[in-house]
C-alpha cells in the first residue's frame, strides 16, 4: 500500500494486523485511478521475495497502479482483481488500453456488487467472476439498543458532504419526521454542501436538531451508529457516478438501524428487503416512508 494517503477516514497509523503489511512511497497520492508508486521495480522485487501463488490487487482494472502490478507480475502467477465500477464508462489513453489488459490477463474478478459484474461481463472479460460485497469489522459494528420508546429519534447521513449524497434531502427528511415526533439528524462528513445543510435547516426551523460532525473513527462512528434508529442513504446518480456500494448501509444494518434511502446503484442491492427503498428523487417519499418506520413498531 502506498506510504500515505490523503483522505480524512485514512489511518494515521497502521493498526496491527496478523501479516505483513509493506508500505512503499507512491505519487499522485489521494487519486485513486491515477496514482502509481514511485519505483516499479520494487514491486517485482516484492514479487520475487515472497513467490505468491495469487496476486490479488485490490484496485480497478483500468487503474495506473493496477497496470504497474500486473507488468510486475511473472506469467506463472494467478491474479485476480476487485471492481466496483457500475457504470459502462469508455476511458480516454492510455486506460482504456490499461483496462483491456487487465481484462485478457486476470484470472477472476470479483466485483462488490451485480451492477459492477455486469459492467465486467459487458466489455468482454469470460472469466470467473464472484461477487463479493464489501464487510464490516463485527468486533466494531455491532447492535445497539435502539427502540421506539426513546425519547427521540436519531437520523444520520454518513459521507462526502455533496450534492450527489442528498444531503439536503436529508434535512428535508427530518423537518418532516420533527412534526410526528421529536427527532435529530448527524451529519458526519465534509463537504460544500455543508453551508448548504445549515442555511436548509434554518430556513426549515430545525436549525437545532441538526449537529455536523467531521469525518469519524471506526469506533467512533459505530458508538453513534447504535444509537441512530435511521440511516439515511439519498444518494442521486450523475452522469459519470452511481452508489457503487455503500459500505455504510451494512455498517448501520449491523448496528441496529434502519436504512432508508433511493434506488440508485447498488444501494437496494445492498440494504435487501430490510431497506426502505423510494424512487430517485421522492423526498416526499422518503420522508413519508421514514415517518411510517419511526412510528409503527412492526415497521
Known sequence: MPTTWPDASAE??????????????????GDVNRHAYADSASLRRLIDETHPDVLDIHEEPFSAVARQWLRAAPLDVRVVMYSAQNVDKR???????????????????????????????GKGFAGSIEILPLGYDDA???????SLDSDEILLMLVGRLVPEK??????????????????????CGDGPEKDR????????????????????????LASIYREAHVLLAPSRPT?????????????????????????SGSIPEVAGEAGVIVP?????????AVTRVVSDADE
Open 91 to 121: 476511458y480516454p489513453p492510455p486506460f482504456a488500453r490499461y483496462e483491456r489488459a487487465a481484462s485478457r490477463r486476470v484470472a477472476a474478478f470479483y466485483p462488490c456488487s451485480s451492477q459492477a459484474a455486469s459492467v465486467l461481463r
Open 12 to 29: 494515521t497509523r497502521l493498526s496491527a494486523e496478523p501479516f505483513r503489511v509493506v508500505e512503499l512511497p507512491a505519487r499522485r497520492v
Open 280 to 288: 430517485v428523487g421522492d423526498i416526499e417519499g422518503l420522508a413519508v
Open 166 to 187: 442528498g444531503v439536503t434531502d436529508a434535512v428535508r427528511t427530518l423537518a418532516r419526521v420533527q412534526t410526528v415526533r421529536p427527532a435529530r439528524l448527524i451529519v
Open 197 to 220: 445543510c445549515r442555511e436548509l435547516a434554518g430556513s426549515l426551523g430545525v436549525a437545532d436538531r441538526v449537529e455536523l460532525r467531521p469525518w469519524q473513527q471506526g469506533p467512533e
Open 140 to 146: 466494531t459494528f455491532r447492535l445497539g439498543g435502539q
Open 239 to 263: 452522469e459519470t457516478w452511481v452508489e457503487q456500494f455503500g459500505r455504510v448501509i451494512v455498517e448501520a444494518q449491523a448496528s441496529g438501524a434502519v436504512v432508508a434511502g433511493y434506488a
